[in-house]
């Protein structure tokens, strides 16, 4: 079955504690992205990474690093967490190849992230 | 500031009512695309316009694409329970694609 996993579903940390939330899709896309959710800011890109080794600041990369250093992972890392990322947090990829962004992005279930 | 707006924010209608939710920029946009969105569950497309002008239709859901490919509607003929949820717009940049805030829809039964 075709999907992008996200790893944990739900996390509740504290300030400063590292941590690492793992994204892994099996389509063999190339293009991969993080968002974060916001009431009534809707998706909001943090990175996004066009093909192995090939990252790109989004529009909130703030806080945030990523790293694509396999074509199917793209690990989000809040090296020092702060509260104003406490946010749902969604892992996407896309096929960059025929259709290019016509076709759909592929979203994981989500991440809960609770920074205290 | 939002690069795509839609509206409304909210809408809470009774079954069988007809809709019309809204999604405006000032950008043009290469494609636009609509998500629905349920709890616990990341997006899924539902539909992709690419031409000036261009209509879809899935089963209840009627999607045009502005003319001047800045604005796109959705509108659902006789909702139904399930079609409750978040619906979002996003427009496809040069290397990216950007998404409106949603409209949040119950339809209550």
């Known amino acids: 079955e075709a999907q992008v996993t996200q790893n944990p579903r739900y996390l509740i940390t504290v300030t400063g504690k590292k941590l690492t939330v793992t994204c892994s899709q099996n389509?063999?896309?190339?293009?991969m992205s993080w968002y974060r959710q916001d009431p009534g800011l809707g998706l909001r890109q943090i990175y996004y990474s066009m093909n192995v080794e090939v990252t790109d600041k989004g529009d909130v990369p703030e806080g945030y690093k990523v790293s694509r250093k396999e074509k199917r992972n793209f690990p989000l890392i809040l090296e020092s967490p702060s509260p104003n990322q406490t946010s749902l947090y969604f892992c996407?990829?896309?096929?960059?190849?025929?259709?290019?962004?016509?076709?759909?992005?592929?979203f994981g279930d989500g991440t809960r992230l609770s920074i205290l | 500031t939002q690069l795509l707006e839609q509206s409304p924010q909210f809408l809470s209608i009774q079954e069988g009512e007809n809709l019309t939710v809204y999604c405006n920029s000032s950008?043009?946009?290469?494609?636009l695309q609509w998500y629905r969105q349920e709890p616990g569950e990341g997006p899924v497309l539902l539909v992709t316009?690419?031409?000036?002008?261009e209509v879809k239709k899935l089963k209840r859901l009627t999607f045009q694409f502005g003319d001047a490919r800045k604005d796109s509607s959705l509108h659902i003929t006789a909702a139904q329970p399930g079609d409750t949820g978040l619906y979002l717009c996003a427009g496809a940049g040069n290397n990216d694609m950007r998404f409106g805030a949603g409209t949040r829809l119950t339809v209550k039964p």
């Open positions: 996407a990829s896309l096929s960059t190849g025929t259709g290019g962004w016509n076709q759909p992005q592929h």
């Open positions: 950008s043009v946009f290469s494609s």
């Open positions: 389509m063999n896309h190339e293009y």
């Open positions: 316009v690419v031409t000036g002008g």
